[in-house]
């Protein structure tokens, strides 16, 4: 079986560089990050008839918004 999905690389670079601002300016303290937030599965976005043009309309001829505040917004389960 197959599946297609969206790894929603604009949030996943995005979160990158939040994660280090926030870092910076002290509203995260990287040494106090459990396992389970340092490294971990971002939620992934299934694609298939039903929306493929919604898909398209936000991802490509779009870019979506986000709420750069909420780190963790995509998580969905550390990586083992």
Same mark, same amino acid.
């Given at each position: ?18 994660? #280090?601002? +926030? ?5 995260? $303290? !990287?040494?106090? %990050?459990? &396992? ?5 599965? #971002?939620? +992934? ?5 039903? $929306? !493929?043009?919604? %898909?398209? &309309? ?23």
């Amino acid at each position: 079986a197959a599946a297609t999905v969206l790894n929603d690389s604009f949030w996943q670079g995005g979160m990158g560089l939040a994660l #280090a601002n +926030a870092a910076r300016t002290g509203k995260l $303290n !990287v040494k106090k %990050i459990d &396992k389970a937030h340092r490294q971990y599965f #971002a939620k +992934a976005i299934g694609v298939d008839q039903s $929306n !493929v043009n919604d %898909i398209i &309309k936000q991802y490509v001829d779009g870019t979506p918004s986000y709420d750069w505040s909420d780190l963790y917004a995509n998580y969905v389960r550390a990586m083992e």
